[in-house]
């Protein structure tokens, strides 16, 4: 034994569990509450383990991708069809129906502010130069006309 620290809990066998636990989104302290460590030992194990951060690293960008996914539809809204089981004439019967569910404003609003945030912040910003030289140029063309006009009414 070359190393002063006690051996490592980690396992090839973690990486399917971190996986299956990320597609959940867990973060790096739910997996520490899992697997019964530390954070830092997380952190390590990713760092050194290519094949526990591969597994953590897709896992949580296929969970964040659903969620996207999700947050898309329920901004500009979707359809599904529900299905049950009713009785009718002293039978069940199955029983689909499509439901459409409209968009979402504060969805909308979140998915915005979020991929677009230059353009809806929310928040004023200083205005840039050319925004500056086109009032200016605004400004100068209606003292013209105002002067063409006081002109023409003379």
Same mark, same amino acid.
């Given at each position: ?10 396992? +090839? ?5 971190? +996986?299956?636990?990320?597609?959940? @989104?867990?973060?790096?302290? *739910? ?8 954070? +830092? ?7 050194? &383990? ?7 690293? $897709? ?23 529900? $299905?049950?089981?009713?009785? &009718? ?6 029983? =689909? ?6 968009? *979402? ?12 945030? &230059?353009?809806? =912040? @929310? ?15 605004? *400004?100068?063309? @209606?003292?013209?006309?105002?002067? =063409? +006009? =006081?002109?023409?009414?003379?």
């Amino acid at each position: 034994m070359t190393g002063a620290g006690r051996p490592t809990l980690y396992r +090839r066998d973690l990486c399917e569990l971190a +996986r299956n636990y990320c597609l959940l @989104g867990a973060t790096n302290a *739910d997996l520490a509450g899992f697997f019964d460590v530390t954070t +830092r030992t997380i952190d390590n194990w990713i760092a050194v &383990h290519p094949e526990f951060a591969t597994a953590v690293r $897709e896992a949580r960008a296929i969970a964040d991708a659903k969620v996207a996914r999700c947050l898309y539809e329920r901004a500009v809204g979707y359809e599904h069809t529900v $299905e049950r089981t009713v009785w &009718h004439l002293g039978k069940e019967r199955p029983v =689909s129906e499509k439901v459409r569910l409209p968009p *979402d404003t504060r969805a909308c609003m979140f998915w915005l502010r979020n991929r677009q945030p &230059h353009f809806w =912040s @929310g928040r004023a910003t200083a205005p840039e130069a050319d925004t500056v030289d086109l009032l200016a140029l605004l *400004d100068a063309a @209606g003292e013209r006309a105002r002067a =063409s +006009r =006081s002109n023409v009414d003379s």
